[in-house]
């Protein structure tokens, strides 16, 4: 039995994967990944592949950046732990909240940090909950969400999370949350209403359930500026500036979840500046340390984190916080990480081959398969519909994505299938002569899975 063997037999005899079918895992057994290089990664059989999607959507600078090993060994060396409470702190987490003070929107001017997004977006709602039982209003905690929206796994997070998949079979959700009606047009628009008029109805809708519910029991509104892991799904035009003038005018804090648009996806520093939107909080994850080492941040305005000081001088320490709040080895990471993306122009080469990746894609729309191209800076995804006309999905919804997604594994792709919709988030650094390598690859797999529609779908 070779290495590789015997681990794949071992990680299908103990590790239970996230996001995995256990039971296909048994047989079909781990890819596993030994090793990546700028937009590519290695498999432990010499398979190489271009990564489509950034790892998890985070992967900004690429993979093999020594400059990121090379922070994260002086750090481990200098000091490779050290906690954030009772007013300790360390170099690295104070030069990245500074710096991310200084990059994010105005008024973003204080900094929580966590591990991952989930536990940014559950730190959220303790802040929005701690913020109005602060300000004598107990009875305002209840948080607006959308279908379809993703802020994460644990209990809290899921609960705004807003996908079946999440809350069937664990008891969720489990927090006041109202979820609002899918802010995608071409899935949600009802026969005959134009773009304009959908957005209306958003905003009516959203109009309605503040007054049925009374604005006195609404804490505040999540997004996503583009909803990303529930299948890139970009808003109606206008649909951000009223939304956020209702919540202003009803006094609901407005949340920009940035996990996945933060640090210049979209081709401009943050999601929240690619639609003008001017949150109340922020929560930023992923590309902030390109996922070489965990770490989130939730951004907090002045204001709300004036009445968070005042209520703790009054009632004692602020009990919220993470054994791993501010590690020093992720901040140093994150620190070099964004300075890279500054001194490498990564914002604006993400606008440059955003536009490229939309050109190149925008042909695949005369496709039969494709019903929707969408997204927006490097962000995208191609839905597969099984009319196009009606826009009708598959009877079976992800079978056909979940066949394009292991046939493209073989032409040496991976993005990620959302259902029937392919998504791509590729690394920032991408090149032209890379997008067209990699819009190759897909369309070599696209005309493989009609192909195989065609033919009935054999299994
Ligand atoms: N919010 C958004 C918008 C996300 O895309 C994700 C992860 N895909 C999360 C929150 C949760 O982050 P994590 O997986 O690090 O908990």
New binding site residues.
């Given amino acids: 039995m070779t290495k590789s063997n015997s681990s794949h037999i071992s990680d299908i005899a103990h590790h239970l994967h996230p996001y995995t079918n256990a039971i296909r895992h048994e047989s079909v057994g781990p890819i596993v990944m030994e090793r990546g290089e700028g937009i590519y990664v290695y498999d432990d059989q010499g398979n190489r592949y271009i990564e489509g999607l950034a790892g998890?959507?985070s992967v900004g600078v690429g993979f093999g950046e020594k400059r990121l090993v090379e922070a994260a060994r002086k750090q481990l060396d200098a000091l490779p732990f050290y906690h954030t409470f009772a007013h300790k702190s360390n170099g690295p987490a104070i030069e990245l909240a500074a710096k991310l003070a200084e990059i994010t929107p105005e008024g973003l001017n204080h900094v929580f940090f966590t591990n991952?997004?989930?536990?940014?977006?559950d730190t959220v709602i303790k802040i929005v909950w701690y913020y109005n039982n602060a300000l004598g209003r107990p009875k305002k905690k209840k948080f607006l969400a959308r279908t379809g929206a993703?802020?994460?796994?644990?209990i809290a997070?899921a609960s705004l999370t807003g996908l079946p998949n999440n809350h069937r079979d664990f008891d969720l959700p489990a927090i006041p949350v109202h979820h609002l009606t899918c802010p995608h047009f071409y899935r949600y628009g009802q026969p005959g209403e134009t773009e304009a008029q959908f957005c209306d109805r958003l905003i009516a809708e959203l109009e309605e359930v503040i007054a049925r519910e009374g604005a006195d029991t609404i804490a505040a509104f999540i997004g996503?500026p583009i909803m990303?892991?529930g299948g890139v799904l970009p808003p109606p035009e206008g649909y951000w500036a009223r939304v956020q003038e209702i919540c202003r005018k009803n006094d609901i804090l407005v949340v920009a979840?940035e996990?996945?648009t933060g640090f210049g996806r979209l081709g401009t520093a943050f999601g929240s500046d690619f639609y003008g939107i001017k949150p109340d909080l922020m929560?930023l994850?992923?590309q902030i340390t390109s996922s070489y080492q965990p770490l989130?941040a939730v951004m907090i305005s002045d204001e709300v984190y004036r009445v968070i000081a005042e209520n703790s001088g009054k009632i004692g320490t602020f009990g919220h916080g993470y054994t791993a709040s501010g590690h020093p080895v992720a901040t140093a990471v994150g620190l070099e990480n964004v300075k890279i993306i500054e001194e490498r122009g990564l914002v604006a080469n993400a606008a440059a081959m955003g536009k490229i990746l939309h050109q190149r894609l925008a042909k695949f729309r005369d496709h039969p398969l494709v019903g929707e191209v969408r997204g927006a800076g490097l962000l995208a995804a191609v839905e597969l519909v099984a009319d196009k006309d009606s826009r009708a999905k598959f009877p079976e919804p992800g079978k056909v994505g979940g066949w394009f997604f292991n046939r493209a594994h073989s032409h040496g792709l991976i993005v990620r299938n959302i259902g029937d919709a392919l998504a791509f988030c590729p690394p920032l650094i991408i090149t032209e002569a890379q997008i067209d390598e990699m819009v190759k690859a897909f369309e070599i797999t696209l005309d493989e899975t009609a192909t195989w529609v065609a033919a009935g779908m054999p299994a």
């Fill in positions: 998890l959507w991952s997004g989930s536990e940014g977006n993703y802020h994460g796994v644990t997070s996503e990303s892991a979840d996990v996945i929560t994850s992923k989130a």
